[in-house]
Every structure is written in structure tokens, then in C-alpha cells.
């Protein structure tokens, strides 16, 4: 008896008990999928989905399995429901929806379920496939879809108009994108980065200094951000801030393409040339890479500048090689040739594939026709010009001025006349400023009536196209809307309006959205009196968004500086 028990005992526990749960089932339907035995595994999924109905990946499966039997039509059926009754968020089921009415030939419908997972799905799992799909498409159906955006890729679009503004000079402009993309998509560090140069080169030193904070603060680590907090700690002559970083930097060896040339430029401008050096050596390695001059001039000039003279010589060679035309590796050779030779000082060489300021204004010199034929095709260099004009050194701001005497457009002419109004100018400046408005045809008495209210005014006039000459419509709806006010106030209204006009020059903003610019100006105004007016308030009154007023006063508020302004300085 006891001997029975003891066997009965030893064969309870060689058993091994069987869970029957969903991942039982799926496991079954795995191991039936890899023996092609659909049938069963469309069994088992269906098992899963018995035992956890709510789990839409169950059910996923399942029209996995039918669309791979060749049920389309019940696959299709079957993700309807998941996204109908248990998750609407499961957006990859219209990539599926997609595929199955492809393989129907229903291709209007599969062009709907298609556009709605680009439309809707914020992951992009399946982009580059759909986007195959979009090809296929676009085929069978002779017309491209209306697809009106790719939500994973939001704001890339925009960030690419951004930087294309960047590298034609539009700052301003850029200001204005990079900031709403930065608004709406605050992890999107590459726009915060860009945002921080687009506000470096418009000499708002201090936001772009906290701008690389905040993408420091999200990833201490990202190498963009890095690498401008260093250009800006130069700027600023901060080497307690510097030193460390530079050491940072310089033991720093990043993978990608990109890092690899940020980090190289970014050295080279702090002047640690070595560095640069080596890693603009590694870019020239690369095939996608080495067809290009530019590169080859960045690397020439960082071993010039670290007595590599040899290597210097033999890439300024390439580079002329490969941009015949170019007058930049003729002139460097030239430079290092001299200098080999005794008859010049060690020259600087800068790391911008163009020629010198100087040298450019030599050749302009000669050829004044050249100079203003370059500039009206190349915005990149004009834009530089007029950014020189307000943000150079003195020197800098003379050589600007003597080039606009050869150019002497009416761009120009409107830019002296702002310039000369500027209380802070240097007088000198202001003298050759309007020596070359007088060879323009300008009387000197006229231009020194230009401090009056009236004269500023005509001159916003003339920087305007004829499509904008509803200016003075702004200051009239500000002030109608504004209701009763002091003489004084509409006065510092028209001022307001006039300073951030005249100092937006060149880019002087379109005015169609003539209510969105009153509703900022009113904004300020009644701010700099004082009044605890916001955004909302006034965004109610104009029927306009709270985004829309804010983004416009940001505009008026990066030009002018107006945060922090009283009545006093107006």
C-alpha cells in the first residue's frame, strides 16, 4: 500500500502543469508560423485573442495570418475593429489597411489608409516602406496623393526653410521659424541650436547664450551645442568658461559626418588648428566628401596654420583642381608662396571659402560691374553687407560703406538714410555714409533734416515695396482701436511703429497681416505706459489667436528690445 502511494507521489510530480493563457497560444502560433502551417497558427492567435480580448496585438496578429492566407478583405475587417472599438491610437493598422487593398487593386482606397497612417502616426515605424508604397501609388493612380503632411517628420520641413535662411543671411526670418518649431516641438534640439546661432548673428548675444543652455540642460552631451557655447564663451573674452570646454573638445572624436565637420570648424575658429587639422584630414578620407573644394581649402588653412606648409600647398592644389574658376585657392597659394619666400608677414588665414573682405573689395575696386553684378545674384553676400552695417566693427562698417558707393541701388540709399539717423553711429561713419548718399544725388541739407519725425517717416516709405505701403495703416488701426487716448501716446505710438520699421531694414516684414502687427503694437505701447495688458486680452479684442499676437510682438520685441522699456525711452 505504502509502496502504490509512493509511486502514485513520484508520478504527480513529473508532471509539469500547462498554464493556458494568451501567450501559451502564441507561443504555439509562433512555432506554427515557422512550419508554414498557417492554418493552425491562425487558430492559436485566435486562441490569444479569446484570452485577452482587450490586447490589440492579438488581434493584429490574427489579420497578420489572414493577409498572409490571402484573406485581405477579412484581415482589413479585422483592424477596422481594432481601430474602432479597442485602440484608436494603434495607427500602424492603417499601414497594414494599406497593404491589403494594394494587393485588392483597390489602390483609391489603399491611397486613403495610407495617407492617414503619414498623417497620423507620430512614430514612422513603417515611413520609408510607406513611402514606397506612396511611389506604387502615385503610379497606378497617375497623380501624386494630397498628402498635406508626414507627422514624424513634423517641423522638419520648416527646419530645413530655416536653415536655407541661415546660409542666405535671412536671419530675421529664420528667427521667426526656428522659434515656432522650437514652441511647438520642444525636444527638437537641431531648431533650438539653430535658433541659438540665428539670434548670435543678429546680436542677441544673451538669448542665444540661454537658447544653448536649454538644449544643454535636455542633452549635456550634444556636440552642436557644445561647440557654440564655445564660439560664444570667445566672443564673449570668457576664458574661465572656455578653457574647460576647449579641453573637452579637443579629446572629443565623434562618428558621424556632420559632428565630425562641426567639431573641425568649430576648433578651427578657437584656434586650435591641430585638432581641426586632424579631423577635417579624417573628412577628406570620406568618398561622399572629398569632391568638394571648400573642404579642401578648410583643411589647407588649418595646416597653414599650424606650419603644415606642404600638406597646406598640396590641398589649395586640389581645390583649385576642382574649382578652376574660383579665385579662392589662387589667392592662398599666392599667399603662401609669398610668405615662403620672405616678401610678406605670416598671413591669417581664415577658414571661409571666399577671399578676404579686403582682398574681395580690391577686385570690386577694378571691376565695379563685377561686384554689383555679384551681389544682386548672391543674397548670401548682400545680406552679409547690411548685417556688417549694424553689427560690424568700425573698420568693418567703412569698407561696407565705400562698397555701397559702387553698388549705389536704392537698397542702399535706404540703408544709409536709417544709418545715419542712428544716435550711437560713430560721426565719422555718418560723414562717409552720406558722402556716398550725396554722389547718389542727395543734397547734404536734405540729409540733415533726416532727424525729423517727418524724415524718418519717408524714409520707412522708400524701404517698403509698393505692395507695403499699407504701413501707416498699422499706426491707424492701432489707434482706432486703442480708442481715446493723449496726443502723447499716439505720438510714441507712430514712433514705435517707425523705429521698428526702420530698424528691421533690409528685412522690413510683409504687412498683409496688417491687424496681427497693430495688435502687437498696441501691445508694447501700452506696455512701455505701464499697463498690465497681455496677450490674451488683446488677442480677444483684434479676433486674432494668443499665438499669433505673441509671435508678432516677439518680432517687434527682437528688433526694437522692448522688454523692460519705458515711456522715457522712446
Not at 141 to 166: C, F, Q, T, Y
Request: with cysteine.
Amino acid at each position: 500500500m505504502n509502496e502504490d502511494k509512493l509511486r502514485a507521489e513520484d508520478l504527480y510530480n513529473k508532471i509539469i502543469p500547462v498554464h493556458l493563457d494568451a501567450n501559451f497560444f502564441f507561443e504555439r502560433a509562433v512555432r506554427s508560423l515557422d512550419r508554414n502551417h498557417y492554418d493552425k497558427a491562425l487558430k492559436y492567435f485566435g486562441k490569444a485573442v479569446e484570452y485577452e480580448p482587450e490586447n490589440p496585438v492579438n488581434h493584429c496578429n490574427v489579420a497578420g495570418i489572414m493577409s498572409e492566407m490571402g484573406d485581405f478583405s477579412g484581415s482589413n475587417a479585422v483592424l477596422a475593429q481594432v481601430l474602432k472599438d479597442i485602440d484608436p491610437a494603434m495607427t500602424e493598422c492603417y499601414y497594414y489597411m494599406a497593404n491589403n487593398f494594394a494587393n485588392m487593386e483597390q489602390f483609391e482606397e489603399a491611397e486613403k489608409a495610407l495617407v492617414t497612417y503619414l498623417e497620423e502616426d507620430s512614430e514612422g515605424q513603417f515611413l520609408e516602406e510607406a513611402e514606397e508604397m506612396m511611389d506604387l501609388l502615385h503610379y497606378e493612380l497617375n497623380r501624386p496623393a494630397k498628402l498635406h503632411r508626414i507627422k514624424s517628420r513634423e517641423g522638419m520641413v520648416e527646419h530645413e526653410n530655416a536653415r536655407a535662411l541661415l546660409e542666405e543671411g535671412k536671419f530675421a526670418q529664420a528667427v521667426d521659424i526656428l522659434e515656432e518649431i522650437v514652441k511647438n516641438y520642444p525636444d527638437f534640439l537641431s531648431a533650438r541650436n539653430n535658433l541659438a546661432l540665428a539670434y548670435y548673428y543678429v546680436g542677441l548675444f544673451d538669448r542665444a547664450k540661454e537658447t544653448i543652455g536649454e538644449v544643454l540642460e535636455q542633452e549635456p552631451g550634444n556636440l552642436h551645442g557644445l561647440c557654440n557655447l564655445a564660439i560664444f564663451y570667445q566672443h564673449e573674452h570668457n576664458m574661465t568658461e572656455l578653457a574647460p570646454l576647449v579641453r573637452t573638445l579637443t579629446v572629443t572624436i565623434p562618428f558621424h559626418q556632420e559632428h565630425v565637420f562641426k567639431l573641425a570648424t568649430t576648433m578651427g575658429i578657437l584656434g586650435q588648428h591641430e585638432v581641426a587639422y586632424r579631423h577635417f584630414r579624417r573628412l577628406l578620407k570620406d568618398e561622399d566628401m572629398n569632391s568638394d573644394p571648400s573642404l579642401y581649402h578648410y583643411t589647407a588653412a588649418a595646416a597653414f596654420n599650424c606650419e603644415r606648409y606642404v600638406d597646406a600647398e598640396r590641398c589649395w592644389k586640389f581645390a583649385q583642381k576642382l574649382d578652376p574658376e574660383s579665385d579662392v585657392p589662387k589667392f592662398f597659394l599666392s599667399q603662401l608662396h609669398q610668405f615662403q619666400a620672405g616678401t610678406s608677414v605670416q598671413p591669417k588665414i581664415s577658414y571661409h571659402y571666399h577671399l578676404p573682405f579686403e582682398e574681395q573689395l580690391k577686385l570690386w575696386e577694378l571691376d565695379g560691374d563685377q561686384m554689383t553684378e555679384e551681389i544682386r545674384h548672391n543674397p548670401l553676400i548682400r545680406s552679409s553687407f547690411f548685417w556688417a552695417l549694424r553689427h560690424g566693427d568700425v573698420g568693418t562698417k567703412l569698407q561696407v560703406i565705400q562698397a555701397f558707393a559702387w553698388i549705389a541701388d536704392d537698397e542702399v540709399k535706404q540703408a544709409l538714410l536709417v544709418f545715419i539717423q542712428e544716435p550711437d553711429e560713430d560721426i565719422e561713419l555718418k560723414e562717409a555714409a552720406m558722402f556716398v548718399l550725396q554722389g547718389m544725388g542727395i543734397d547734404r541739407e536734405t540729409l540733415l533734416l533726416d532727424d525729423s519725425e517727418e524724415s524718418s517717416q519717408d524714409s520707412v516709405k522708400d524701404n517698403l515695396l509698393p505692395e507695403d505701403c499699407n504701413w501707416q495703416l498699422v499706426v491707424n488701426k492701432t489707434l482706432e482701436m486703442m480708442g481715446r487716448s493723449s496726443l502723447n501716446q499716439q505720438e510714441d505710438v507712430q514712433r514705435l511703429w517707425t523705429e521698428f520699421l526702420n530698424k528691421s531694414y533690409p528685412d522690413t516684414p510683409q504687412l498683409h497681416h496688417m491687424e496681427a502687427w497693430s495688435a502687437a503694437l498696441e501691445y508694447w505701447s501700452s506696455k512701455i505706459y505701464g499697463d498690465s495688458i497681455t496677450y490674451e486680452e488683446v488677442a480677444k479684442r483684434y479676433g486674432l489667436s494668443v499665438s499669433t499676437v505673441s509671435r508678432y510682438a516677439r518680432r517687434m520685441d527682437r528688433v526694437c528690445h522692448m522688454k523692460g522699456r519705458k515711456r522715457s525711452l522712446l
